[in-house]
Structures are given as structure tokens and as C-alpha cells.
């Protein structure tokens, strides 16, 4: 059993696909690359210890009971396959995107507009999460953007062991910018660095405007907000500013784009962003 | 449900630590869990049984210490207590705070035999 993508069995682990490939088995997943115990580097302060006698003993118990103060981290693993990530990005000059929202708050829409604006001037690499079907990774390749689907099953989230994967298959020139579309859902991916350089949480125009604080770890593990459908704002009874104000309650660092990935309307803004980061990050 | 994936991870820290110790079994479990690390209690109680089922953990006593949330404002340096990530500062009423505590997600202690 794998503790970091949650698979039980054989066959609700991650699947890691290229549109217009063959069916995989499970074996070339992420289990056959790497063995379990490179998950078990400690920093030097976790240790296993006996009870000594001469510890005083608040409760009783037999002689072969042993305490173990192991002070683990349960994130640990997948904190230290993320920097693993960081490594191969940061060497390779990779500018690499998680892009985290409710399902259907148009990132794969806001993905196609961005990719088909910007593909002459910036070499782009996608990696699409769901937990069923090929479909955003089908809308991606339309576009003749390298693209992998990871299909997480039962999976809520991606976690950095699955990018890992999914980089490598892509084989991701240097120089690049890597946009990770991650499974619509506001609350799980919160917790799973993958890597990234910065996350960027898209909320749309018809979602409330209290979102921000209804689910407040995903908008403070981000540092962008894209609003999303602003051209519906005339048929939605909603303020973006006081949007705003909730994610900023959560997160005074936000940094917010207020976007129409159908009409293409204040797209340019997010272009500029990204672009300038991009540069930043060169090294 | 991200609790799953957490349960998990925390059964193959058992499991690992268990086999390092050369133990059978583990009696008892220790976590911390803080009340700002995104974990919802009921949701990792309503999964344990399934995750730990077949597991050294599977007779295990759980034990949780949840850890308060604490941060410090950046404007004015009150520390205080926070419930909620968007909690402000009680003093000045800022929203600019470091997170002192109450992220934390850890196994503590095994018990083992
Ligand atoms: N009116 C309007 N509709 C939009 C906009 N962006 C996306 N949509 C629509 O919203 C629906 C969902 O868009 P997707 O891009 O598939 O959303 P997603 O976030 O990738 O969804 P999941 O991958 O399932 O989580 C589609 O019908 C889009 O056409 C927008 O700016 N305005
Ligand atoms: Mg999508
Ligand atoms: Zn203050």
C-alpha cells in the first residue's frame, strides 16, 4: 500500500497518461520508480529510543513494550519529494504553475486562451489532473502543447510524487514554463506542495463571494487569484471587491487578476505577470 | 477527502517505524494535530478504522493532542490566539500575521511490542 497517493490496491492508484497513447497497466506508474525507502530521510532529530530505566514511568507496562518518540512529520514525504521537484525545475529553469480551483472554475479554459496567446513566445509544458478521463488533456494537445494526464481514480489531489512521474515522461525542456492544472477541488490540494514555484487559485464569478473564507487554506497557500467569468457579472448577484476583501482577510499578500477566459477580456494583466516572473526566475 | 491520504501516510509511518523496532504490533498512537493544519477531525476519525484495518496500527489506541493556533502580528507584534486563518489581529485589527502554531500535522509517539 502507497501512503502518498492513498492507493490501496493495485488499481485505484494514479494513472499517467499521453493523449493518443495505449492503456497502462498500473507497473509504470509512479510505484515502479521509486523504492519506498528513499521516503525515509530523517533531519538528524527523529529518532527511535528505548525507555530507559532510568526515565521516571508515569504509566505501567510490560518489558517488551516499547516507546518510539519519533516526532514524524506526516507531510514529511511528500514535503521532501516537492523539493526533489524544486531541484529538477530550478536546474533546468523551469517555471512551474499549480493551478488549483473548484471543479469549473475555467482553469483548463484559462489554460487554452494563455497557451494559444502566449505559445510563440514561451515554450509551455502541461500536466492535467483529474481524477477520470483524458478530456483537459485533450484540449491542451489540440493546441500542439506537450501535455500529460495523471487520472488520480479515487484521489482528491496531486501529489509530488505523481508530477515527479509525469515531468519525466513529458521530458520538459529547459527553459520552460510548466502549468500544473490540479484536480478541481478547493480543499485537498491545499495541503500537497508539488513543487511549484507559485500557486495560483482560481475562483469564478459564480461561486460567492465568501468563498475565500468558506475554504480559507487554498487562498493562504496561494500567492495569485485569478477572478474568473467577470463576463457574467452583469446576470450574477455578486461584488468582486468584496471577493477581494474576503481572500485578502485570509492572505494580505494575494496578488488578483480579474480575467473573462472566454471573451479574453483583462488577460493581458496575467500575461505581463507571468512573463516578468518568468524572467525573475531565470537564473 | 484529503484525511484518507493522511491516514495513510500515518500507517506507513508505523509500519516503517514498527519494522525498524523489530515490533509486532503497535499499542498505542500518539499524533499531533494542529487546529490550522487543514485536517478535519471527524473526517479523519470516519476513515481510521478503513486505513488501519489489516495494519500494525489495527488494534493501535489513537491518542490526538490538537495544538491551539497562535500567530503574531507583523504591525504591531500582539501575539494571540487564532481559530481561523483569517482571524485578525485583536489588537490592532490587521490581517498581516506570522503563524506561530497550530500547522502541525506530526505522529509523536508509537507504542510498540
Ligand atoms: N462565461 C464564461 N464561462 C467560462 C469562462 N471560463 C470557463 N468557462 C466555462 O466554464 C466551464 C468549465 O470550464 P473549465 O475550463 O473546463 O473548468 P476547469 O476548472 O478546468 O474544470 P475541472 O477541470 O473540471 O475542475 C466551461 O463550460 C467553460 O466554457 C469564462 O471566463 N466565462
Ligand atoms: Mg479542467
Ligand atoms: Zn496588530
Given at each position: 500500500m502507497c501512503g502518498t497517493c492513498g492507493c490501496g490496491t493495485e488499481n485505484n492508484g494514479p494513472i499517467i497518461s499521453k493523449p493518443g497513447e495505449k492503456n497502462h497497466s498500473h507497473g509504470d506508474q509512479h510505484h515502479g520508480e521509486h523504492s519506498h525507502d528513499e521516503h525515509h530521510h530523517h533531519n538528524g532529530h527523529s529518532h527511535s529510543h528505548e525507555e530507559h530505566h532510568n526515565h521516571s514511568h508515569t504509566h505501567e507496562h510490560d518489558h517488551n513494550h516499547k516507546v518510539l518518540e519519533i516526532e514524524q512529520d506526516i507531510l514529511q514525504n511528500n514535503q521532501l519529494l516537492a523539493a526533489r521537484n524544486r531541484g529538477y525545475f530550478e536546474a533546468k529553469n523551469i517555471f512551474a504553475l499549480n493551478l488549483v480551483s473548484s471543479p469549473g472554475s475555467g482553469k483548463t479554459?484559462?489554460?487554452?486562451?494563455?497557451?494559444?496567446?502566449?505559445?510563440?513566445?514561451?515554450?509551455?509544458?502541461?500536466?492535467?489532473?483529474?481524477?477520470?478521463?483524458?478530456?483537459?488533456?485533450?484540449?491542451?494537445?489540440?493546441?500542439?502543447?506537450?501535455?500529460?494526464?495523471?487520472?488520480?481514480?479515487?484521489?482528491?489531489?496531486?501529489?509530488?510524487?505523481m508530477v515527479y512521474d509525469a515531468v519525466k515522461k513529458l521530458n520538459v525542456k529547459d527553459n520552460s514554463v510548466l502549468m500544473i492544472e490540479n484536480v478541481g477541488n478547493l480543499v485537498c490540494p491545499s495541503m500537497f506542495d508539488l513543487g511549484e514555484n507559485k500557486r495560483i487559485v482560481i475562483i469564478s464569478t459564480t461561486e460567492g463571494e465568501d468563498k475565500p473564507i468558506k475554504?480559507?487554506?487554498?487562498?493562504?497557500?496561494?500567492?495569485?487569484?485569478?477572478?474568473?467569468?467577470?463576463?457574467?457579472?452583469?446576470?450574477?448577484?455578486?461584488?468582486?471587491?468584496?471577493?477581494?476583501?474576503?481572500?485578502?482577510?485570509?492572505?494580505?499578500?494575494?496578488?488578483?487578476?480579474?480575467?473573462?477566459?472566454?471573451?479574453?477580456?483583462?488577460?493581458?494583466?496575467?500575461?505581463?505577470?507571468?512573463?516578468?516572473?518568468?524572467?525573475?526566475?531565470?537564473? | 477527502m484529503h484525511e484518507l491520504s493522511i491516514a495513510l501516510g500515518i500507517v506507513k509511518i508505523a509500519e516503517d517505524e514498527a519494522a525498524k523496532a523489530k515490533a509486532e504490533r503497535v499499542t498505542?498512537?500518539?499524533?499531533?494535530?494542529?487546529?490550522?493544519?487543514?485536517?478535519?477531525?471527524?473526517?479523519?476519525?470516519?476513515?481510521?478504522?478503513?486505513?488501519?484495518?489489516?495494519?500494525v496500527l489495527e488494534f493501535a489506541e489513537k491518542e490526538i493532542v490538537i495544538i491551539k493556533g497562535k500567530g503574531k502580528c507583523i504591525d504591531c507584534d500582539t501575539e494571540f490566539e487564532i481559530e481561523k486563518l483569517f482571524d485578525p489581529c485583536p489588537y490592532c485589527n490587521s490581517y498581516f500575521k506570522g503563524i506561530l502554531q497550530g500547522k502541525e500535522l506530526r505522529v509523536k509517539a508509537l507504542e510498540v511490542i
Amino acid at each position: 500500500m502507497c501512503g502518498t497517493c492513498g492507493c490501496g490496491t493495485e488499481n485505484n492508484g494514479p494513472i499517467i497518461s499521453k493523449p493518443g497513447e495505449k492503456n497502462h497497466s498500473h507497473g509504470d506508474q509512479h510505484h515502479g520508480e521509486h523504492s519506498h525507502d528513499e521516503h525515509h530521510h530523517h533531519n538528524g532529530h527523529s529518532h527511535s529510543h528505548e525507555e530507559h530505566h532510568n526515565h521516571s514511568h508515569t504509566h505501567e507496562h510490560d518489558h517488551n513494550h516499547k516507546v518510539l518518540e519519533i516526532e514524524q512529520d506526516i507531510l514529511q514525504n511528500n514535503q521532501l519529494l516537492a523539493a526533489r521537484n524544486r531541484g529538477y525545475f530550478e536546474a533546468k529553469n523551469i517555471f512551474a504553475l499549480n493551478l488549483v480551483s473548484s471543479p469549473g472554475s475555467g482553469k483548463t479554459t484559462l489554460l487554452e486562451r494563455t497557451l494559444a496567446d502566449l505559445k510563440a513566445e514561451i515554450p509551455f509544458y502541461v500536466i492535467e489532473g483529474d481524477q477520470q478521463t483524458l478530456n483537459d488533456a485533450n484540449r491542451i494537445a489540440a493546441l500542439d502543447i506537450p501535455v500529460i494526464q495523471i487520472n488520480t481514480g479515487k484521489g482528491c489531489h496531486l501529489e509530488s510524487d505523481m508530477v515527479y512521474d509525469a515531468v519525466k515522461k513529458l521530458n520538459v525542456k529547459d527553459n520552460s514554463v510548466l502549468m500544473i492544472e490540479n484536480v478541481g477541488n478547493l480543499v485537498c490540494p491545499s495541503m500537497f506542495d508539488l513543487g511549484e514555484n507559485k500557486r495560483i487559485v482560481i475562483i469564478s464569478t459564480t461561486e460567492g463571494e465568501d468563498k475565500p473564507i468558506k475554504y480559507p487554506d487554498m487562498f493562504y497557500t496561494s500567492d495569485i487569484c485569478i477572478i474568473n467569468k467577470i463576463d457574467l457579472l452583469p446576470y450574477v448577484n455578486i461584488n468582486v471587491e468584496n471577493i477581494k476583501k474576503y481572500a485578502l482577510q485570509v492572505n494580505p499578500k494575494l496578488v488578483f487578476f480579474e480575467v473573462s477566459a472566454t471573451t479574453g477580456e483583462g488577460m493581458d494583466g496575467w500575461y505581463q505577470w507571468l512573463k516578468k516572473l518568468k524572467l525573475e526566475y531565470k537564473n | 477527502m484529503h484525511e484518507l491520504s493522511i491516514a495513510l501516510g500515518i500507517v506507513k509511518i508505523a509500519e516503517d517505524e514498527a519494522a525498524k523496532a523489530k515490533a509486532e504490533r503497535v499499542t498505542k498512537i500518539e499524533l499531533e494535530i494542529g487546529v490550522l493544519s487543514g485536517i478535519e477531525l471527524d473526517s479523519l476519525n470516519f476513515i481510521w478504522e478503513s486505513a488501519i484495518k489489516d495494519t500494525v496500527l489495527e488494534f493501535a489506541e489513537k491518542e490526538i493532542v490538537i495544538i491551539k493556533g497562535k500567530g503574531k502580528c507583523i504591525d504591531c507584534d500582539t501575539e494571540f490566539e487564532i481559530e481561523k486563518l483569517f482571524d485578525p489581529c485583536p489588537y490592532c485589527n490587521s490581517y498581516f500575521k506570522g503563524i506561530l502554531q497550530g500547522k502541525e500535522l506530526r505522529v509523536k509517539a508509537l507504542e510498540v511490542i
